[in-house]
């Protein structure tokens, strides 16, 4: 079967799944992949390819930064928030920003929204400074659609013991810390309704499968994709100084950065 315009209506588009420990994101990422595919809309002759990734570990480094964040002992706030953002980084410019120039449709479990989220609201780190540590790993990168997983912590706790999987650090940091991130992620969606969309985790996960695919299917009848994002380097552009700009390399540095697209496995037997 070919792709169909309407079907070619989600090339180029980035979704990110969010939420709190525990809500269902990896389950949810795998029914939403299916239903994409299932459906036509990826993966088909002349659709877009779907690329699932994730934060931390879409790469090899990041892999690696994840084991150290999430497995490595005691991690200081500050290091944590710039272990996400390096890995956010390598993830932006090894991964996301190539599949979107090829207009590929991207599905991130997690991205910005988890240090907003857990790195200034959790840890109590400014704000300002998770957004701008940030601003340097993503150049400006912003989905399109951004998915709440909304599902209370007592709940979350409940689900995840049932699953058996051993707790991460993050994760044993407590139920009122889990709080503060679920209330963030509420906030965060309210103040930007067109590109958020806050979706009751909880029930049949038939049911929160429903909600999730009704949003993307709104994003795919939003009409064409936006055109290209032009904060994406081409070949040909000169490096800038300005981080709002997309660009982080002084003019004079005289290297180019090369923006490397690789296909990396998910950690086996730890995390989603
Ligand atoms: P994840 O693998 O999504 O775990 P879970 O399936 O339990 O939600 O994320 C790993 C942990 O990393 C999770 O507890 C949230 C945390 N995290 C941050 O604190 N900041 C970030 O920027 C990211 C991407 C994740």
């Not at 790469?59 to 497995?71: K, P, S």
């Not at 979350?156 to 699953?163: D, E, L, N, Y």
Request: proline share 6%; with cysteine; net charge negative.
């Amino acid at each position: 079967m070919g792709c169909s315009t309407d079907h070619g209506a989600l090339a180029g588009r980035f979704i990110a799944l969010e939420g709190g420990d525990g809500a269902g994101k990896s389950t949810h990422l795998k029914m939403l992949a299916q239903a994409l595919r299932g459906a036509g809309y990826v993966d088909q002759p002349g659709c877009p390819r779907l690329v699932v990734t994730r934060e931390p570990g879409g790469t090899e480094l990041g892999n690696q930064i994840r084991e150290l964040v999430l497995y490595g002992g005691e991690v200081a706030p500050a290091a944590e928030a710039l272990l996400y953002a390096a890995d956010r980084a390598q993830h932006v410019t090894t991964v996301l920003r190539p599949a979107l120039a090829r207009a590929d449709l991207v599905l991130t479990d997690r991205y910005l929204d988890s240090s907003i989220a857990y790195q200034a609201e959790g840890r109590g780190l400014t704000e300002d400074v998770i957004r701008s540590i940030n601003a340097v790993a993503t150049g400006g990168l912003t989905p399109d659609l951004v998915i709440v997983l909304d599902i209370e912590p007592e709940a979350a706790t409940t689900r995840r013991h049932g699953s058996g999987d051993p707790a991460d650090r993050v994760e044993q940091a407590g139920e009122a810390f889990h709080s503060k991130v679920n209330r963030r992620y509420r906030e965060l969606a309210a103040a930007d309704p067109d590109r958020y969309v806050m979706v009751d985790a909880t029930g049949p996960k038939e049911e929160v499968h429903e909600r999730i695919w009704a949003a993307v299917r709104k994003l795919a009848a939003a009409g064409p994709r936006r055109p290209p994002d032009n904060s994406i380097p081409s070949a040909t552009d000169k490096p800038s100084c300005s981080v709002s700009g997309g660009g982080i390399f002084a003019p004079a540095a005289g290297i180019e950065s090369e923006a490397v697209t690789q296909e990396v496995p998910r950690a086996e037997g730890r995390g989603q």
